[in-house]
C-alpha cells in the first residue's frame, strides 16, 4: 500500500505542477525543473526496472504541466546489455496485443455473421458461443483504443480502462458459462436448459459488473489513476477471486467432462489409441475454449521473452476459439456447403431460363423443411 503525504500547494509565487499520483506520487515541482522517483513496482513494466540504484524522473514543463513519467533509469547496465532496450521490448508487446486483438475481431465478428445467417444452425450452446465471441470483441476493441490514444486524455483513458477490465472479467465469465453449460449438459443435472442459459447470462455479464463496479468506487474514493494499479493492492482481490474461481471451476468441469467422455467412449469404442486420441482431441479443444491456458500467466517468470507469450495466448485467444469452434465446425461446414451447392443450383436454373420466381419459391420452402427449431437442435458432439 502507497499513500501519498502531499505538502501544501507552495505559496512563493512561482509556478508548479500540481501534485498528482498515477502509478507512483508526485509531489508538487517547480515549473521547469524536474522531480525524481522511486522506480515503481507497480508499473505495467515493473518486470524491467531491476536496478537498485536507479530511479523515476518526471519534467514539470514551463508552463506548470507534467511531461510523461521517465522509466529508464530504473534499468541496470547489465539488464541493457542482455536484453534488447525497452525502446524495442515494450513496441514489440504492444504490437503482439494489437495484432492478436485485431485479428480475433475479425475472425470474431466474421463468426456471428455466420451463426446469424445460418439460423438452423441456432441452439443454447450457439447463444453461448456467441455471447463469449461478444465479450472477445467488446475486450479487443477497448484495450485496442487504450493501446492507440495518448496518454494526455486521462478521463478518457479511464474510463477504457474500466471497460477493458469489464470486459476482460466478462471474457473469464462467459469462459466459465461455457464450462457450466457443457458440464451439466453431459451431466444431465438440468432438466430445464433455459435456467441454466439465465445462468450463464448472469454469470456472464451481470457478476462482473458487480465486481467491477466495486472496484472503481474503490478507485475512486482512493483518488487513483483507473489505468494503473490501485494505492491500496489489496482492492485488486475484488478481481483477481472471481478469475481464480472461474478457473478453478473449469479445471473441475474439465476433469468431469473428461471423465464423463472417457465413459462414453469406452462404450463405443474398445480400441485403445483411437479412444485416447478422441480424449486428447477433447481435451485441446476445451482448454482454449475454458481459457485454461491462461494459468500459464499465474507463473512469475522474470523474462521478457515470457511476455511475449502471455501477450500471444492473451490477444489471440479470441482467434484461436472462432476457428475451433465456427469454422472448423462440422455443422457450420455442412451447412455452407449445403448453402453454395444450393445457390450453384440456382445459377444453373436461371442460366437454362427457368422461372427465377418458382426456383426462389422452392429454394425456401426446401430450407425451411431442413432447418429444425431451436428448440430440437442439439450441439455438436465433441468427440
Not at 478469475?243 to 473441475?252: C, G, M, R, V
Not at 462440422?330 to 451447412?335: D, K, M, Y
Not at 436461371?350 to 429444425?372: A, H, K, T, W
Request: charged fraction near 15%; glycine fraction near 4%; proline fraction near 4%.
Amino acid at each position: 500500500m502507497e499513500e501519498c503525504n502531499f505538502l501544501p500547494y507552495p505559496t512563493d509565487g512561482e509556478l508548479y505542477c500540481n501534485a498528482t499520483f498515477d502509478v507512483q506520487c508526485w509531489n508538487f515541482t517547480l515549473a521547469g525543473t524536474t522531480a525524481r522517483g522511486a522506480c515503481p513496482e507497480n508499473h505495467e513494466f515493473s518486470i524491467f526496472f531491476n536496478d537498485p540504484e536507479g530511479y523515476s524522473n518526471r519534467k514539470c514543463e514551463t508552463n506548470g504541466q507534467w511531461h510523461k513519467p521517465n522509466y529508464t533509469t530504473c534499468l541496470s547496465p547489465d539488464s541493457i546489455k542482455g536484453y534488447p532496450s525497452v525502446s524495442t521490448q515494450v513496441p514489440i508487446i504492444t504490437y503482439i496485443y494489437i495484432s492478436g486483438y485485431a485479428l480475433s475481431i475479425l475472425l470474431l465478428v466474421i463468426a456471428l455473421i455466420i451463426f446469424g445467417i445460418f439460423r438452423q444452425l441456432w441452439c443454447k450452446r450457439v447463444f453461448i458461443h456467441s455471447n463469449l465471441f461478444s465479450a472477445y470483441i467488446l475486450n479487443g476493441f477497448v484495450w485496442i483504443a487504450v493501446f492507440k490514444i495518448p496518454t494526455d486524455y486521462t478521463c478518457l483513458l479511464n474510463a477504457l480502462a474500466f471497460l477493458g477490465l469489464y470486459t476482460l472479467t466478462c471474457c473469464y465469465g462467459w469462459m466459465l458459462a461455457e464450462g457450466t453449460f457443457l458440464h451439466f449438459c453431459l451431466a444431465n443435472a438440468f432438466s430445464n436448459k433455459k435456467t441454466l442459459v439465465i445462468v450463464c447470462c448472469i454469470v456472464g455479464w451481470v457478476c462482473p459488473a458487480i465486481s467491477t463496479g466495486t472496484y472503481a468506487v474503490l478507485m475512486e474514493e482512493e483518488g487513483s489513476n483507473f489505468k494503473y494499479l490501485p494505492k491500496n493492492m489489496d482492492y485488486l482481490w475484488i478481481i483477481y477471486v472471481p478469475i481464480i474461481l472461474s478457473q478453478l471451476l473449469n479445471i473441475i468441469f474439465l476433469i468431469n467432462i473428461i471423465r464423463i467422455l472417457r465413459s462414453q467412449v469406452q462404450r463405443e469404442d474398445n480400441r485403445n489409441l483411437l479412444r485416447y486420441r478422441k480424449i486428447v482431441r477433447a481435451i485441446l479443444i476445451l482448454i482454449p475454449l475454458l481459457g485454461l491456458q491462461n494459468l500459464t500467466k499465474a507463473v512469475k517468470i522474470d523474462s521478457v521473452y515470457f511476455r511475449y507469450f502471455a501477450a500471444v495466448i492473451s490477444s489471440y485467444q479470441g482467434a484461436v476459439v472462432a476457428v475451433l469452434f465456427c469454422f472448423l465446425n462440422r455443422e457450420v461446414l455442412s451447412a455452407m456447403n449445403k448453402r453454395i451447392t444450393t445457390w450453384r443450383r440456382l445459377s444453373a436454373s436461371l442460366s437454362r431460363g427457368s422461372d427465377r420466381v418458382s426456383i426462389l419459391f422452392n429454394m425456401r420452402r426446401s430450407s425451411s423443411n431442413q432447418n429444425p427449431s431451436a428448440e430440437k437442435l442439439e450441439p455438436e458432439p465433441l468427440l
